[in-house]
């Protein structure tokens, strides 16, 4: 177990606008400012207030990165904070993805902002749009700037707050704007395919983490790089196969040889060819076991080609034939409408069991038991065992125990 130790570790300079004046209005020309942009004069087209959708929370790395971002538009700008918002495809309420403002004494201003339904991504002509956010006595500009939609994401919005507003203050801010657009575009755009990247991640490493079949990625030099829950339940008996040195590998010495030379067969057809292709296949072999049946083993090559020692080049499925498949059938004989005395031969044969052996742990006559095949081969289509037992296995969900499947 020692040798297994590791396993759990292997699931997967400042411009701005100098002297830019921010005045504060005449109260009354605030209000009539802030009554104007009320009346949509400024374009805006945003979802009408309601309920907040929570906000995302971004890992630390992210979230330490994308404010300095934010700062810094805001300090080039010479505005007060800045907020980055995603608006959903379907027009619904926008998210606050992050917030700058809470550095700097302007805590909660991104979600009093997103209530008042003003932040509108559907700008077209300049690149940019502005609007009045009344706020309490203080009227304050909002530099809305919609980001390039990017395939798998929503629409990413910066929004600068400013202190007051003037016509000024406003012209200085779209000067540095509009000379940073493409550094400002180019990163968010990055941090979009970065971000929808990584949520297929996750959502991929999920699916594989809820199937009962094992997969391993092996890199270029042999290590262990990943390896689902199924698989590291299996390798972390020690019963079979186990962890050495960082290296999948077979407790019985003529297995783990039948692995290494596999592995390394695998691996070379996945490196890039230097004379002429590579012919692929995939080796089979079994792992034996001191407590219950061998493991099923499949190596495979990537569909790619690994480029460097680091990439992955190549996937182990690990089949553990000990599964308890009683489970499983059940959903499978939900499907074809077997009553649970049909279910319970279904689940003997399919475990190998004969007539007399099912009825014996039926409790039941094998004259019963023969009444209730027939029955089962007129529901499945089938009128063999064998047959019968080959449409259920070739049916089942192959899915984690955690969840249980349910028939609709």
């Keep these: 177990m020692a040798a297994n130790k ?51 929370r971004l890992d630390a790395r992210s979230s330490e990165e994308l404010r300095l971002i934010l700062r810094e538009i805001a300090d080039a700008t010479a505005g007060r904070t800045a907020i980055l918002t995603m608006h959903p495809a379907d027009a619904g309420t926008p998210i606050l993805l992050d917030a700058e403002e809470a550095a700097e004494g302007a805590p909660g201003w991104g979600e009093e902002l997103l209530q008042t339904g003003k932040l509108d991504p559907q700008i077209d002509g300049a690149g940019y749009s502005w609007a009045i956010w009344q706020r309490d006595i203080d009227a304050h500009d909002i530099l809305m700037i919609p980001i390039d939609l990017v395939e798998g994401h929503g629409r990413l919005m910066v929004s600068v707050i400013f202190d007051g507003f003037s016509a000024e203050a406003r012209r200085a801010a779209e000067d540095v704007y509009l000379r940073r657009r493409p550094l400002i575009a180019g990163y968010f755009r990055l941090w979009q395919l970065e971000r929808a990247r990584r949520r297929r991640i996750v959502a991929l490493q999920a699916a594989i983490n809820l199937t009962e079949l094992g997969v391993v990625l092996i890199d270029g030099v042999g290590r262990l790089v990943f390896c689902n829950d199924a698989a590291a339940r299996l390798i972390e008996t020690g019963d079979g196969l186990g962890i050495r040195a960082g290296t999948l590998s077979a407790t019985n010495l003529s297995d783990d040889l039948r692995l290494q030379v596999a592995l390394g067969h695998i691996i070379g057809a996945s490196m890039p060819a230097i004379d002429g292709q590579v012919q692929r296949r995939a080796p089979v072999m079994s792992i034996g076991r001191s407590n219950g049946p061998p493991i099923i083993l499949t190596v495979l090559p990537t569909s790619e080609p690994a480029n460097e020692p680091s990439d992955v080049a190549a996937i182990l499925y690990l089949l553990d034939p000990a599964i308890d498949t009683d489970q499983m059938l059940k959903p499978v004989c939900k499907l074809f409408q077997l009553s649970p005395v049909e279910t319970k031969l279904v689940c003997q044969l399919s475990a190998g069991a004969t007539l007399a052996q099912a009825a014996e742990a039926m409790h039941v006559k094998e004259d019963t038991v023969r009444s209730c095949l027939k029955q089962v081969f007129a529901k499945t289509g089938t009128n063999r065992q064998v047959d019968l037992v080959r449409v259920m296995l070739s049916n089942l969900a192959r899915t984690t125990r955690s969840i249980p499947t349910e028939v609709i």
């Design 6 to 56: 590791g396993i759990h570790s292997m699931r997967w300079a400042r411009s701005g606008v100098q002297g830019a004046a921010k005045p504060e209005p005449p109260a009354a020309d605030a209000a009539a400012r802030a009554a104007q942009a009320g009346q949509g004069t400024s374009g805006l087209r945003g979802p009408a207030p309601g309920r907040l959708r929570p906000p995302i």
